[in-house]
């Protein structure tokens, strides 16, 4: 099961991957902000679920997939950047 502790550290993971992007990208900023905030949004849909169905587990494993599947292309993102 995935917990609202792990929601948040996916989130924070999100989010620096996101300030790093920017960092070595400033022109993507507008488009990184959009991101994360489609990414706040659904972590707060799924904190709420949580909140009403503890049983809900393929909601929470379909979740952990999609911030594995956010977090990969974060990365590879970061990867092709030219510093």
Same mark, same amino acid.
């Given at each position: 099961a995935l917990s609202c502790q792990?929601?948040?550290e996916m989130a924070n993971s999100v989010a620096a991957a996101g300030r790093l992007l920017v960092a070595? =990208?400033?022109?993507t900023e507008t488009? @990184?902000?959009? =991101?994360? &905030?489609?990414? &706040?949004?659904?972590m707060e849909q799924l904190r709420l679920r949580r909140c009403? /169905?503890? !049983?809900d587990t393929? /909601?929470?494993?379909f /979740? !952990?997939?999609?911030? =594995?599947? @956010?977090r990969h292309k974060l990365k590879?993102?970061?990867?092709i950047a030219p510093t």
């Amino acid at each position: 099961a995935l917990s609202c502790q792990h929601l948040d550290e996916m989130a924070n993971s999100v989010a620096a991957a996101g300030r790093l992007l920017v960092a070595k =990208r400033p022109e993507t900023e507008t488009t @990184v902000a959009l =991101r994360i &905030n489609t990414i &706040n949004s659904a972590m707060e849909q799924l904190r709420l679920r949580r909140c009403t /169905s503890d !049983s809900d587990t393929c /909601s929470t494993y379909f /979740s !952990s997939g999609v911030m =594995r599947n @956010v977090r990969h292309k974060l990365k590879m993102t970061l990867e092709i950047a030219p510093t």
